[in-house]
């Protein structure tokens, strides 16, 4: 078509959309003429607008906007609407005016997903088609097919329109464009599925749904940024992209998260660098992948750990060495996956039977620390009225009690807990139990002088709770004639009286003889 027909064209579509607008027969015999010819063309989406006065909708992208001026408008081939152009100078502003919804739901993140996935393979196909026409290949055959196959599959979801595969579409020269379109539509609906994913998680892993964000912000401004460039007349404004802006910005205000950037017009991200952008997004994913299956194994070990823990509380007088085994081993594996010895779920399992543990357990390492850190909080817990009755009295604590009663004992290790300290003193009839706390590369020379004081006649050493052996302790036991005692256990008193008598009976009994 040469110019002068273009123009004589333009002028004669002007000059009746003028008289249709005061001419109400007129506008009506318009709107049956196209709908008679959508019937012929197959396609019953074609309508007229013809008040360019008042507000009008661009049914590329259902976005609404408000003539402020009367530019010469375009007519848009695609739904037979008028167009037209105005300048974004402020995100903020921007947005506003062409605001879809007040709110954007988290349901509707699944839509945003499916239907940039579909606009990919839209983008895609435009640069394709393109590359196919210019070589002569056949229409029928090679073009339409493929035509009907993405409009039949849009179809499928709600809200879909492909405005690049459209007559009406932008025709861009460098058909590298579409390709990075095609992968902003990919990198935007990853970002749409990483965000539902940390959405699940975001109260154990808030710092991940905050990266997503981020990514999110970024992925959405390339896709804006990507538009723009194939779009000059800046009349196509992508509606997922503006939803999901309007999702993050109302999920950022809600969970007061800032994101930092690629929020404002000014602030664009590089569309050509979509790969780079997927390939975080991906990493993220990985890494939100990996958390949600240490959690999952986590809970199975935690599972594990109240199993065996309720068959020794169901039979006290049965031998539990298995179960024993079974909940030392899922410790020590739940400390190597990297759950913290400090866990407050785990340390609520074993505080019932902390004090029970097997004292001819080898521990490793890491169920040490898992002790440790029970002992610190039980040192710091607020004790109760009472002392607690750690056991009925036994004929091991009775015979203890007959050694060490009106005598000073020391107690090296661990964190000071006053109930088992009292516990202890008033079980033992002790005048005191001096208990001294150890730390992490303490020197040993600090405890001589509680060993040789002439008031004490017995040392424990509670090498569980202590980071190492204090070995030399027995050094200044020796020197100044005092017993040790070592305690692989708890502070439960009969455990407590079992070690007195296996390892110190004799020298306990010399001490009262003189």
């Known amino acids: 078509m040469n110019d002068d027909i273009k123009k004589t064209v333009w002028s004669l579509f002007e000059y009746i959309c003028e008289k249709a607008e005061e001419d109400r027969k007129l506008r009506d015999l318009l709107q049956e003429a196209v709908q008679s010819m959508s019937k012929i063309w197959g396609d019953s989406s074609y309508e007229v607008s013809v008040d360019s006065k008042t507000e009008v ?27 037209t152009h105005e300048n974004q100078d402020d995100q903020e502003e921007y947005y506003d005016k062409y605001r879809l919804d007040k709110d954007i739901s988290d349901a509707e993140l699944e839509l945003i997903e499916d ?56 025709n861009p020269e460098d058909l590298s464009l579409w390709d990075d379109i095609a992968g902003c539509f990919d990198a935007v609906a990853s970002a749409a599925a990483l965000i539902r994913e940390a959405m699940e998680e975001i109260d154990q892993s808030p710092d991940a749904f905050e990266q997503a964000m981020d990514l999110a912000a970024e992925a959405q401004s390339a896709l804006r940024t990507a538009v723009e460039l194939v779009d000059h007349n800046h009349v196509i404004n992508d509606k997922d992209q503006v939803k999901f802006f309007q999702w993050l910005r109302g999920t950022a205000s809600s969970h007061q998260i800032f994101i930092e950037r690629y929020m404002r017009v000014g602030d664009k991200a590089n569309p050509s660098g979509w790969a780079e952008l997927q390939s975080r997004i991906e990493d993220l994913d990985t890494q939100l992948n990996l958390y949600k299956q240490r959690a999952k194994q986590h809970h199975n070990l935690l599972g594990r750990i109240r199993y065996h823990i309720s068959k020794i509380g169901k039979d006290t007088q049965k031998d539990h060495l298995d179960d024993w085994q079974k909940i030392i081993y899922s410790v020590d594996q739940l400390i190597e996956e990297g759950f913290p010895p400090s866990n407050s779920d785990l340390r609520e399992e074993l505080l019932p039977i902390i004090e029970e543990i097997p004292d001819n357990f080898d521990l490793s390492a890491n169920v040490r620390l898992v002790l440790r850190e029970i002992d610190r909080h039980l040192a710091l817990r607020p004790t109760s009225g009472d002392s607690p009755a750690w056991t009925m009295e036994s004929d091991e604590i009775r015979e203890v009690s007959a050694l060490l009663e009106g005598k000073q004992v020391v107690l090296i290790g661990g964190k000071r807990r006053l109930q088992a300290k009292e516990a202890l003193e008033k079980t033992f009839r002790l005048t005191e139990l001096n208990w001294l706390e150890t730390t992490e590369h303490q020197p040993i020379g600090l405890f001589e002088p509680y060993v040789s004081r002439p008031e004490v006649v017995l040392v424990l050493l509670a090498i569980r709770w202590s980071s190492h052996s204090f070995g030399d302790v027995k050094h200044f036991c020796d020197t100044h004639g005092k017993p040790l005692v070592r305690l692989p256990g708890g502070y439960n008193a009969n455990q407590v009286a079992a070690q007195i008598l296996a390892q110190a009976s004799r020298q306990l009994l010399e001490v009262n003889t003189t």
């Open 57 to 83: 909708t661009d049914d590329i992208t259902g976005i609404q906007s408000q003539e402020q001026s009367t530019p010469a408008p375009e007519l848009r081939t695609d739904q037979l609407r008028w167009v």
């Open 115 to 170: 239907r940039c996935r579909m606009k990919a393979e839209g983008a895609r196909w435009a640069a394709m088609r393109q590359r196919r026409l210019f070589t002569g290949v056949d229409f029928k055959t090679e073009i339409e097919p493929r035509d009907r196959e993405l409009i039949d599959k849009a179809k499928d979801l709600p809200d879909c329109f492909l405005w690049m595969n459209h007559s009406s579409g932008p």
